[in-house]
């Protein structure tokens, strides 16, 4: 059975690969064998994490800046992978973004401009439907086929508490989860529930994560008022999605297709 979970041989992409959550699953996708592709906008953040598999692990990875809302960045990326690895057999569809405006992104429901809400968006579902389209083309031209995990989050079935965010803080600044956050996360298992069936006969297998809080920065104050609602009294740690995406790459999870595989400490079981 531990066969089952190897990659060797095997091409996966990672986008948002420079995140806390990517940079994580790049790692371990390595560790299992799989050539990584690590993708980000952010050339710099995805380099580094390249450059550390290449020095770590006896796979190949290379790194590829793309910016996931552009279709022609898209494309090129996609066209990069094949060249370099001569196919693609996982797809972790994880880019997401919370905006390079806090102000704007942090803003209340009431004053949240149609501007930022649509510029979220062309990140976390544009980017997620760009990514899943081009790669997909390629996994069906290649008749073997694949394995698409997408990240989702906790606030994709889930609503916020709001209590949690009085006197909280990220990296310094006071936080919320604004409703474009939680509506584009949700439209992931969407995406993720039509795809599975549109490419079961292909082969192509289409499944969620949704991580819980994970700790990234956050306040004292947060963390604790977070971890008051899970059921394990904490939030968790970024490697501790990786075991899922492994799973759900591999073979080990052949008959596992349109599933939404939740990390959250059982705070939804409340």
């Known amino acids: 059975m531990i066969n089952r979970f190897k990659l060797d041989g095997k091409t996966a992409i990672v986008t948002g690969a420079g995140g806390i959550l990517g940079s994580q699953i ?6 299992c064998g799989a050539n990584v592709v690590a993708v980000d906008i952010e050339p710099e953040a995805s380099r580094l994490v390249a450059a550390e598999l290449n020095k770590l692990s006896a796979s190949s990875a290379i790194s590829i800046e793309c910016d996931v809302s552009d279709a022609a960045s898209v494309g090129h990326m996609t066209n990069r992978a094949v060249d370099a690895f001569g196919g693609i057999d996982i797809l972790v569809n994880n880019a997401a973004s919370k905006s390079d405006d806090s102000n704007s992104f942090f803003a209340s429901f009431e004053d949240y401009s149609l501007e930022q809400w649509r510029k979220v968006m062309s990140v976390n579902i544009d980017g997620m439907f760009l990514v899943a389209q081009s790669v997909g083309i390629q996994m069906v031209k290649q008749g073997r086929g694949g394995s698409i995990i997408q990240t989702s989050s906790i606030y994709g079935i889930s609503a916020p508490d709001q209590r949690i965010y009085e006197g909280s803080s990220y990296l310094g600044r006071q936080i919320n989860t604004p409703a474009v956050y939680t509506t584009s996360k949700a439209a992931v298992i969407g995406l ?15 499944n969620t994560i949704t991580p819980g809080g994970m700790e990234s920065g956050q306040n004292e104050e947060f963390m604790r008022n977070y971890s ?7 939030m968790g740690k970024p490697d501790e999605i990786v075991g899922a995406v492994i799973y759900l790459a591999s073979d080990a999870s052949s008959y596992v297709t349109g599933q939404n595989i939740i990390i959250d400490g059982g705070l939804t079981c409340w």
Do not use: E
């Open 228 to 234: 008051k609602r899970v059921p394990m009294n904490r």
């Open 26 to 31: 790049c790692r371990g996708l390595s560790d």
């Open 192 to 206: 993720t529930n039509h795809l599975a069936t549109y490419w079961a006969d292909k082969g192509i297998r289409v």
